[in-house]
């Protein structure tokens, strides 16, 4: 009850970002750049968690702390409302981490998820016919960054990615969901604003960007 309630008034007050006037066109279409891409139709349709995330962090040759992972993760349960928890049961994870590279994760990776990542590493999920993302997973080759802030940023940039935001947003060169590394190591307000959007009740998975404009021009 508590978590519901914190989502309510996060969410509240995140409209006030776009809220103090109406939503402009802008946002509107950053709003739809970010959230929109295609089911297995080739449809571009909104997809989103609606089941309890539960993730696990794997951990290479190059250990790194992932008690900042937690906090990304506790944010984004804020932000969107859902049941998010770390845990060690294997049955349990939707959701994995794995720091370091590739070849070290041979037997946990399959070819399938391999063949989006590069040399830096990437992102994978899968969802069903009605745009709800039930798995997903990413890679951050720890080793191949040479600042500790622009590793936190990839980290921070390929979980929320997972979470439904599969598309850069370049007219937003200081977001989170900028296409370039840009040391950006926290959700900001707009950012914070897209998220709880994306996770209010008038957008649910599946819809189409028709139905997305029929909600947006309410706003």
Request: proline content about 3%.
């Given at each position: 009850?508590?978590?519901?309630?914190?989502?309510?008034?996060?969410?509240?007050?995140?409209?006030?970002?776009?809220?103090?006037?109406?939503?402009?066109?802008?946002?509107?279409?950053?709003?739809?750049?970010?959230?929109?891409?295609?089911?297995?139709?080739?449809?571009?349709?909104?997809?989103?968690?609606?089941?309890?995330?539960?993730?696990?962090?794997?951990?290479?040759?190059?250990?790194?702390?992932?008690?900042?992972?937690?906090?990304?993760?506790?944010?984004?349960?804020?932000?969107?409302?859902?049941?998010?928890?770390?845990?060690?049961?294997?049955?349990?994870?939707?959701?994995?981490?794995f720091l370091g590279d590739?070849?070290?994760?041979?037997?946990?990776?399959?070819?399938?998820?391999?063949?989006?990542?590069?040399?830096?590493?990437?992102?994978?999920?899968?969802?069903?016919?009605?745009?709800?993302?039930?798995?997903?997973?990413?890679?951050?080759?720890?080793?191949?960054?040479?600042?500790?802030?622009?590793?936190?940023?990839?980290?921070?940039?390929?979980?929320?990615?997972?979470?439904?935001?599969?598309?850069?947003?370049?007219?937003?060169?200081?977001?989170?969901?900028?296409?370039?590394?840009?040391?950006?190591?926290?959700?900001?307000?707009?950012?914070?604003?897209?998220?709880?959007?994306?996770?209010?009740?008038?957008?649910?998975?599946?819809?189409?960007?028709?139905?997305?404009?029929?909600?947006?021009?309410?706003?």
């Amino acid at each position: 009850m508590k978590v519901h309630f914190i989502f309510l008034l996060s969410f509240l007050i995140s409209l006030s970002t776009f809220a103090q006037k109406t939503m402009n066109q802008a946002d509107k279409d950053n709003f739809k750049t970010v959230v929109l891409s295609k089911d297995q139709t080739g449809l571009p349709v909104i997809k989103k968690w609606v089941v309890p995330v539960r993730y696990k962090v794997y951990q290479g040759k190059e250990a790194y702390h992932s008690t900042e992972i937690d906090s990304i993760f506790s944010k984004i349960k804020v932000l969107t409302g859902l049941d998010i928890a770390a845990t060690t049961n294997e049955d349990e994870v939707n959701i994995s981490i794995f720091l370091g590279d590739r070849n070290e994760f041979t037997t946990q990776i399959s070819n399938v998820a391999a063949q989006y990542f590069n040399q830096y590493g990437g992102n994978y999920y899968k969802f069903n016919n009605k745009g709800e993302i039930f798995q997903g997973l990413t890679l951050i080759s720890v080793l191949k960054y040479n600042d500790q802030r622009d590793v936190r940023n990839a980290i921070r940039r390929n979980i929320i990615r997972l979470f439904g935001f599969t598309n850069p947003l370049e007219t937003k060169p200081a977001s989170i969901f900028y296409s370039q590394s840009n040391g950006v190591v926290k959700f900001d307000n707009y950012d914070s604003a897209l998220i709880r959007l994306l996770y209010s009740p008038q957008f649910v998975p599946g819809m189409n960007q028709v139905q997305v404009d029929e909600v947006l021009s309410k706003m």
